[in-house]
């Protein structure tokens, strides 16, 4: 990590339409590369918190249900992004 980049906690979350067994989360802050599983709370939502370093840039992602619907968070911001997908996106704070 470089100095003075403080990682910033970010609390992901989705409350599916329908029942699911398992939902993860892929974001382009690793280039979609590894699988972020969430868990279920109280609330019937699937959540975890993730520590980026606070570097200003935007970052896409997205929620997989049952290893194989991926899906937005449809209460969160969306943009269709590069080849046309539509992600949630989110801007990390720069500090």
């Given at each position: 990590?470089?100095?003075?980049r403080?990682?910033v906690p970010v609390?992901?979350?989705?409350?599916?339409?329908?029942?699911?067994?398992?939902?993860s989360l892929?974001?382009s802050?690793d280039?979609?590369t590894?699988d972020?599983?969430?868990?279920?709370?109280?609330?019937?939502?699937?959540e975890?918190?993730?520590?980026?370093?606070?570097?200003?840039?935007?970052?896409?992602?997205?929620?997989i249900?049952?290893?194989?619907?991926w899906?937005?968070n449809?209460?969160q911001?969306?943009?269709?992004?590069r080849g046309?997908?539509?992600?949630?996106v989110?801007?990390?704070p720069?500090?």
């Amino acid at each position: 990590m470089p100095p003075g980049r403080p990682n910033v906690p970010v609390r992901f979350w989705l409350r599916p339409e329908c029942p699911v067994q398992s939902v993860s989360l892929r974001w382009s802050y690793d280039d979609w590369t590894k699988d972020y599983p969430l868990t279920r709370n109280a609330q019937s939502e699937w959540e975890i918190t993730l520590y980026p370093l606070m570097d200003g840039r935007r970052i896409e992602f997205k929620f997989i249900l049952d290893q194989v619907n991926w899906v937005c968070n449809e209460q969160q911001p969306t943009q269709v992004c590069r080849g046309g997908f539509r992600n949630n996106v989110m801007y990390v704070p720069d500090d």
